[in-house]
């Protein structure tokens, strides 16, 4: 996926020229690569957006000073109280050259496993991949439908177009279907009753040694 962002040069740099012009509604940032200049720009924050919601790893052909830099958005920094974009580098790549980027795992189906009261787990949400920039998958799918209580799929289960390379260790764990904690609460509620039934009758033990002490204590009293 392609799209394209126009950007215009910044001589200036600093927190303060940063703000200006978040307030005129542009998002400062730099572009580099290996055979590029660094060079600060910024873009419109408006039309950074557009781009973005179409993906983390989509190509951007970025237009700077009349020249074409095919690129990948980096290092993004994003205020996500307000929900805006606050700083962007763009990569420039060649499309002729293999990039590493990551790419999110996505399950398709309903583990039976779920269907038996179990819980699904994700412990991985995204990949490492390597390929060519126009071979980058939008996202990798892995089927859960199989998965029983107890099961799990690792990073050599994922399926991966032939052109792409899975570069994260093929042992790492993605999904497990595990059965429901419930049980481990309900056992934790019952020793805290535990300990609160301790406590109250450690309470009443220890009130009714002050009355039995009262007690006697008025009995000496009423013999003297």
């Not at 009261?117 to 071979?135: A, K, M, S, T």
């Not at 996202?139 to 199989?146: A, G, P, Q, R, T």
Request: charged share 30%; hydrophobic share 40%.
């Amino acid at each position: 996926m392609e799209t394209k962002l126009t950007a215009e040069p910044r001589s200036n740099a600093g927190k303060g020229v940063a703000r200006k012009l978040r307030s005129a509604g542009r998002i400062p940032g730099v572009l580099y690569g290996p055979n590029v200049e660094s060079t600060p720009l910024s873009v419109d924050a408006h039309d950074l957006l557009l781009v973005m919601h179409k993906g983390s790893n989509v190509l951007i052909d970025l237009e700077l000073d009349g020249e074409k830099h095919l690129t990948l958005a980096k290092d993004i920094v994003r205020d996500h109280v307000k929900g805006r974009y606050v700083h962007v580098d763009f990569m420039a790549i060649n499309k002729d050259e293999k990039i590493t980027v990551n790419v999110s795992v996505e399950p398709i189906g309903e583990s039976r496993g779920v269907k038996e009261g179990g819980v699904l787990e994700h412990h991985l949400w995204e990949v490492e991949v390597q390929c060519l920039p126009f071979d980058v998958p939008e996202k990798l799918e892995i089927d859960v439908s199989d998965l029983g209580i107890g099961d799990a799929l690792h990073v050599s289960d994922l399926l991966a177009p032939s052109d792409v390379e899975i570069m994260t260790n093929p042992e790492d764990l993605v999904l497990a279907v595990v059965q429901p904690q419930a049980r481990d609460i309900e056992e934790e509620l019952g020793e805290v009753e535990g300990e609160e039934g301790e406590f109250a009758e450690g309470a009443e033990g220890a009130e009714g040694a002050e009355a039995a002490s009262g007690a006697s204590a008025s009995e000496e009293g009423g013999e003297g």
